[in-house]
């Protein structure tokens, strides 16, 4: 997941850059600051796994490993919050949603998808920090359909059809246009 993160935005950062290379910077930047948080959240349940294995038995106080494993697994749902929920939800929603309705390498109907979807996950990521809303809860989740969609659909998509040829980054035989 973290290592097609960032290769997604880094394959298409030459041909997104012609839009907008601020933003296409912000997408590659999104994505890597949301991998780095993944990658902490894994840690952090990899280290409950070596505590069990290594401290299980030894003498060491149950309750003392119980409130660390808890600890563990808190910071997991965080990052499980702030990365794929806020990262994703701003990175692939509002800024990839951005590069791809203006370049129109994607239907531009399936990009606003994502500039609608990004926002709203985003928000449900807000509603989730503040107790508004339980993560995982239903109302969260509806809030980020819209953004499951737009990734779905992207990913179907570029595997299946790749870029729109009628974009105009594109060049008429399908490769990408120079300058």
């Given at each position: ?51 069990r294995?290594?401290?299980a ?18 910071f997991?749902?965080?990052t ?20 791809m ?7 531009p ?9 990004g ?5 449900g990521?807000v ?14 989740f509806?809030?980020?359909i ?7 659909f ?26």
């Open positions: 997941l973290v290592i097609c993160n960032i290769a997604t935005a880094v394959v298409i950062y030459p041909i997104v850059k012609r839009v907008n290379q601020a933003v296409a910077l912000g997408y590659v930047a999104s994505r890597a600051v949301e991998s780095t948080i993944i990658v902490m959240g894994l840690i952090s349940l990899m280290s409950i796994v070596t505590l294995h290594d401290l038995g030894t003498g060491v106080d149950p309750a003392s490993l119980k409130l660390v494993g808890r600890s563990l697994v808190a997991h749902e965080w499980f919050l702030l990365g794929p929920q806020f990262c994703a939800g701003f990175g692939n929603g509002l800024l990839l949603g951005y590069l309705f203006k370049s129109q390498l994607v239907p109907r399936m990009a606003l998808v994502g500039l609608i979807g926002p709203l996950a985003f928000f990521g509603l989730a920090l503040f107790n508004v809303l339980d993560d995982p809860s239903g109302g969260l509806v809030l980020t819209p953004e499951v969609v737009w990734e779905a992207i990913a179907i998509y570029w595997t299946f059809v790749g870029f729109r040829r009628s974009s105009p980054l594109l060049a008429g035989d399908g490769r990408v246009a120079v300058g």
